[in-house]
């Protein structure tokens, strides 16, 4: 393939994927609403459009139009970067998701991923690792103490749990030998999902992601009840926006990892015509994505918020010796072998 | 403890200038001087809660400012009024230090009457704003206000 | 960037440490209110923190100050039974109740069996609905939405039941000196009993979301604790007083409205933290349930206002033949009816505690002083108490946990 095809391609799939991702975004949160509705025995959005299914579009008008208001005292350049920084790092950990096999379309082979690195696991911690600074920077710039105090917990819970998550990816990982996504779902194919053998994994990667995303039960940074809106208090119009954005594209790619790690992936089994062959990896994907986006929806209508302190010392005093008994355990059972 | 037994308790009858039965309900007038005595007395006698403490305004008579409280003996769930007359001039002592609970009564009563009273920790404004001028349940304040 | 940037927006105090160690600490200021999700209104908070640990907590009140007791000075005693709507806008009919009885107190009225009854049970569910109200939005501060909503749900059917006794949801007016305001329609006792049926069953639904849900019992347990001789003291009543163990329920130590004839519970806990509050504030709807049904069960026939003419307006069909009621209707209506002079004080066991009505009367038709003491501003009184040294996450759990109407407070 030339570099100017290698570019081409590259763009026109970096724009598919950016397009779907942000209608996907805007369609989970409908999807959120609906359901979250439903079990409170409301019905959600219905107004505009047929079943409010073109109730997104009027939120994304509405954010463009409202008045984007900068508090008094603000440190400007800081409190512009915040949002920028916290949607780009949130879609940069999403280049590395294979959602499905190798498809051919137009006579050209492509993996369905913007790009395959071999150490793409790594990456997506790394990048998120990178999205606390977006919560920090704004709390921290938007001259309000709610926002800091928002910003102080952001800051923390996140760095605790990204420590929790990582360690529950290490088992698998061992299990698969490589920090390729597309490598571990392939040793899936051989063995089995990785959620049999790694279930505790599982359990506490599912915890610390929720963490990780600040969805309730660990939703303090933006515990509306006592910070108002926690680090986004004073941004309104696009720049709010953008968090929400960078809130929904984390979930998606947490639940993404999740699937692949855990869950085999694009894995399922095969039938029908070739061209099913090539179309069903993708299904299975997006089903199993979906159960977990429902599981965020689902645990939001049922319970409710941890107490700062606690949520600390859930993820210091178990979820992280937990992660460190399990690695050491998978570690063993690897050596073994 | 019912009405006449109360009302014939040496306490009450050492300190107080009156009591009185009134609709099955026992009231006890004392001195300003001896508010807090009387107060205390019954503080002691069993009466632990301090239900409310308000201000009448018998405006214009002399001691224009009846003091009134409702205690409540959480033991055995007898009811007495215990009240006193004062002036903006010549405030009656706290009640704050007798019960707790009587520290908001009066602050709302010093910013609804301008009743000062002696010894309190914090008297200040509370329901207003502490810009507004005059004591809006005085008699001699307008319905609708000073316009 | 060279410069160093000042945090921006933080006031930081000086001050000397606790204990008086010489040792300086930075405390940081933060207003919590008037607007804010979960201060219940318009409560303001001025908290000072030591990161996130509460120092000092000073309520500031009178946002909704309202001059209602202004107002009442000047009006008939029938026109204030509205001003008593408005006061604990979630218990109006408790409200009323209260300020009723103190005016039939003063007039020394007998009010007819049924009409008390009805009292009871409307009071009651009058209970339900401000215990709805409280535990919906007490959930919804520590995280739980559904809770909230499933509370209102079934809320609205009580406001509906409201509306169909006296026509209004929430500022029913429907308790008046002397009996009620109109004849119990046909038709509500059925209504309310089929909402007696279901609503158990609810309050089960509520219990299996929240009551061993260790996130809820670790957000409540063991905090906003207030001794049983702090509680006295600060003049706290109701169930945050009864969450201390002490059985203190005026229904039961000083009946009212023929409350000595109905058989209930006084449920008490001895932790006296949140938690403990929110169990017997759960008791205490099951309780509810079990006195309107007994109303219901025992509703006695009758008269629905006293045989006052002077002071119950007569009614709409005798007016059109008698000329006596007639002028009664008109006399009361344009002059009110005058109340012989005394002082009273009436209270009732409200939703939040002791709800009672002082009332001077100089011997005209309007009281000369009528003075509300409200369950929410005695309570709120004590919130410091409870609330410093704990943790910011705790205020809102604690501030809803005392369940303060801020009309009630600021009245």
């Not at chain 1, 977006?134 to 309000?144: D, H, P, Q, T």
């Not at chain 1, 779902?185 to 790694?198: K, S």
């Amino acid at each position: 393939m030339s570099t100017v095809a290698f570019f081409v391609l590259s763009l026109v799939k970096c724009l598919i994927v950016l397009f779907i991702l942000l209608t996907a975004v805007a369609y989970i949160q409908l999807a959120e609403r609906k359901i979250v509705g439903r079990m409170q025995s409301r019905v959600g959005p219905t107004r505009v459009g047929p079943f409010g299914l073109l109730q997104p579009a009027a939120d994304a008008v509405k954010f463009i139009l409202k008045e984007d208001v900068t508090p008094d005292g603000a440190h400007k350049f800081l409190y512009i970067l915040a949002p920028i920084l916290a949607v780009v790092l949130a879609l940069l950990s999403i280049t590395v998701i294979p959602i499905g096999g190798t498809v051919t379309v137009f006579g050209i082979q492509t993996a369905l991923q913007l790009t395959d690195i071999n150490v793409g696991l790594l990456l997506i911690l790394g990048v998120t690792s990178l999205g606390v600074y977006g919560v920090v920077l704004a709390g921290w710039s938007s001259n309000s103490k709610y926002s800091l105090l928002g910003a102080l917990r952001g800051g923390s819970q996140m760095i605790s749990y990204e420590l929790a998550l990582g360690l529950a990816l290490i088992g698998p990982i061992m299990l698969a030998g490589t920090l390729s996504l597309r490598g571990i779902v392939e040793a899936q194919a051989h063995l089995h999902w990785f959620i049999v053998p790694e279930i505790v994994a599982f359990f506490i990667y599912l915890t610390a992601a929720f963490a990780e995303t600040n969805r309730i039960p660990f939703d303090l940074p933006e515990a509306e009840g006592e910070l108002g809106a926690g680090y986004h208090t004073e941004y309104s119009a696009m720049k709010f926006a953008m968090f929400f954005l960078a809130e929904y594209v984390n979930m998606i790619t947490v639940s993404c990892v999740a699937t692949l790690v855990f869950l085999g992936g694009w894995m399922g089994p095969l039938f029908g015509p070739t061209w099913l062959h090539m179309v069903l990896p993708t299904v299975y994907f997006i089903v199993k994505v979906c159960f977990f986006l429902f599981l965020y929806i689902w645990v939001r209508g049922t319970l409710p918020r941890f107490r700062y302190d606690q949520l600390m010392a859930f993820g210091w005093k178990v979820l992280v010796p937990l992660a460190l008994a399990n690695v050491m355990v998978t570690s063993l059972v690897v050596a073994l072998r | 403890m019912n009405a006449e037994t109360l009302a014939a308790h040496p306490a009450l009858q050492r300190l107080v200038e009156s009591v009185t039965t009134d609709r099955n309900e026992v009231t006890a007038a004392a001195l300003r001087q001896n508010w807090r005595a009387v107060a205390e007395a019954m503080r002691q006698e069993g009466f632990d809660q301090l239900c409310d403490l308000t201000c009448v305004d018998w405006f214009p008579a002399e001691d224009r400012f009846q003091i009134v409280a409702q205690l409540h003996n959480t033991q055995t769930h007898a009811w007495l009024r215990i009240q006193t007359r004062c002036s903006a001039e010549a405030p009656a002592e706290t009640l704050s230090t007798v019960w707790p609970a009587a520290n908001w009564f009066e602050r709302e009563v010093f910013d609804l009457f301008g009743v000062r009273f002696a010894g309190h920790p914090n008297l200040t404004r509370m329901l207003l704003p502490d810009a507004w001028e005059g004591h809006p349940l005085r008699k001699d304040y307008p319905v609708e206000g000073y316009r | 960037m060279a410069t160093m940037i000042e945090t921006p927006g933080v006031t930081v105090t000086q001050n000397e440490g606790a204990g008086g160690t010489g040792e300086r600490s930075r405390n940081l200021i933060l207003n919590m209110g008037p607007q804010h999700p979960s201060t219940h209104g318009v409560l303001r908070m001025v908290l000072e923190l030591d990161g996130e640990v509460i120092v000092r907590a000073t309520p500031d009140i009178g946002y909704l100050h309202t001059g209602i007791e202004k107002s009442a000075e000047s009006k008939y005693y029938q026109q204030v039974v509205t001003l008593t709507d408005r006061i604990d806008y979630l218990a109006p009919l408790c409200n009323n109740l209260a300020y009723v009885l103190a005016v039939e107190k003063l007039l020394q009225l007998e009010i007819p069996r049924r009409a008390q009854w009805t009292r009871v049970m409307l009071a009651e569910l009058t209970r339900l609905n401000s215990h709805l109200v409280w535990l919906g939005t007490h959930a919804l501060d520590i995280g739980a939405m559904t809770v909230f909503l499933y509370c209102f749900r079934e809320r609205e059917e009580l406001l509906k039941i409201f509306e169909m006794a006296s026509g209004q949801r929430m500022m029913t007016s429907y308790f008046r000196v002397g009996g009620l305001a109109l004849e119990p329609p046909l038709g509500l006792l059925e209504r309310i009993e089929n909402f007696i049926s279901y609503f158990p069953d609810k309050i089960d639904e509520y219990e299996a979301l929240l009551t061993k849900n260790s996130i809820w019992v670790g957000r409540t347990k063991d905090i906003g604790y207030i001794s049983p001789a702090d509680a006295v003291a600060w003049g706290v009543t109701g169930p945050c007083l009864r969450a201390v163990g002490l059985p203190l329920d005026l229904r039961k130590d000083s009946p009212y409205s023929s409350y000595n004839e109905f058989q209930f519970e006084v449920p008490t806990r001895t932790e006296g933290d949140v938690y403990a509050r929110y169990l017997v504030r759960i008791a205490e709807m099951r309780e509810s349930v079990k006195i309107v049904r007994q109303a219901l069960e025992g509703m006695p026939e009758g008269a629905w206002k006293a045989d006052a003419p002077g002071v119950t307006l007569p009614d709409r069909d005798q007016m059109k033949f008698s000329i006596e009621s007639l002028i009664y209707h008109f006399k009361i209506v344009t002059e009110g009816f005058n109340v012989p002079a005394g002082q009273v004080y009436h209270a009732i066991e409200g939703p939040r505690g002791q709800m009672g009505y002082y009332i001077t009367s100089d011997g005209g038709p309007k009281p000369y002083r009528c003075h509300m003491r409200s369950a929410s501003f005695a309570n709120l009184q004590a919130l410091p108490k409870m609330i410093e040294g704990r943790l910011l996450a705790d205020v809102v759990a604690i501030i809803g946990s005392i369940d303060i109407v801020l009309g009630d407070v600021d009245r």
